[in-house]
C-alpha cells in the first residue's frame, strides 16, 4: 500500500526534523520515538516485519528509554520539578501526540487487512534467521563481542568514582590541560614502580609550577 | 553547531538509523533478506554506542557540570 509508506515517511521526515531543531532535550526525544516509530511503519510496509517490531523493541523501547533516564539523571536538583513541571504541560504533548495519532490511525487501517499491505517482496523473518546462522555466523560472534565490550565499558564509566577534573599545568610539558587527580601521565616518571596512583599526592602539581 | 552531547548522540542515533533504512530498502527491493541482517548489525552496534557514550556524557557532565562538549576540548591524554 503505497500512500501508507509515503503517510509514514511524512512523519518520521517531520519528526526527525522537529527532533534536531528542538532546544529542550526531552522535547527532542519525544519526537526522536515518533521518528522511530514512524520507521518501524515503514519497514512494516516495505515488507520487513521482523525489523519493524525490532525497531519499536530496541530502538523505541530500550535506547530512548536510557536517553529519558540519563536526561532525568542530569537534571537533579532544586530547579528539576519545576523544570519537569514545565516539560509536562500539555502544550509539548501535541506535536508528538498528533503524530503519533496519525501513525496509529495508519497501523489500525492496515491491521485491518482489507488492504495489502507490502510495496515490495516480504522477507519472512525465518529468511533472516537463517541468513544470520548461515554466512553471518561470524558477524553474529563479532557483535556479541561488541555488545560485552560496550557492557564492559558502559560499567566501568558508570562505576568509577573519580573527583572532578581540574585544570592546571602538566607537570612534564608545562602545557595547560585539564586532569584527574591520580592521573597517570601527571604523575611523572618519579614515581616509585608498584607505588599505587591514589597514593600520589592531589596538589603535586602546583610544587612544580 | 550544536554542541550539547545529548543532542550530538540523537543525531547518531538518526544517522544510524537512515543507514539501516537504506539497507533495508536495498534487501526489499531484491527482496534479500541481507538487508535485514545489515539492519540488526547496525542495532547492535547503535545499542553498544549509545550504552558506552550516556556513561560518558554522566561523567562529562559529573566532572564539568556542562553538556557542552567545547568544555571537554582542552583534556588530554
Known sequence: ????????????????????????????????????????????????????????????????????????????????????????????????????????????????????????????????????????????????????????????????????????DDINTGERRAYFSGDAVRAGDDRAPGASQRAVPVDVHRDHA | MRRNVLFQLMSIEIMLNAAGLAFIVAGARWGQPDGQVMFLFILTVAAAEVSVGLAVVLRLFHGFGSLDTDQASIMKG
Open chain 1, 1 to 168: 500500500m503505497l500512500i501508507a509508506f509515503y503517510v509514514a515517511a511524512a512523519v518520521a521526515l517531520f519528526a526527525t526534523v522537529m527532533t534536531i531543531s528542538r532546544l529542550n532535550a526531552v522535547h527532542a526525544l519525544l519526537y526522536l520515538v515518533v521518528s522511530l516509530l514512524a520507521m518501524a511503519v515503514v519497514f512494516f510496509t516495505l515488507g520487513a516485519p521482523f525489523v519493524a517490531a525490532l525497531e519499536v523493541i530496541i530502538y523505541a523501547g530500550a535506547i530512548m528509554v536510557l536517553f529519558v533516564f540519563v536526561v532525568m539523571l542530569l537534571n537533579m536538583g532544586d530547579v528539576a520539578i519545576a523544570t519537569e513541571r514545565r516539560w509536562l504541560s500539555p502544550g509539548i504533548w501535541r506535536g508528538p501526540m498528533i503524530l503519533a495519532a496519525v501513525l496509529i490511525l495508519e497501523t489500525a487501517y492496515l491491521a485491518t487487512g482489507t488492504v495489502g499491505v507490502r510495496t515490495g517482496p516480504a522477507v519472512a523473518p525465518r529468511d533472516v534467521a537463517i541468513a544470520l546462522y548461515g554466512p553471518y555466523v561470524l558477524g553474529v560472534e563479532l557483535a556479541s563481542m561488541l555488545l560485552l565490550g560496550g557492557l564492559v565499558g558502559a560499567y566501568h564509566l558508570g562505576t568509577r568514582k573519580l573527583p572532578r577534573p581540574e585544570v592546571g
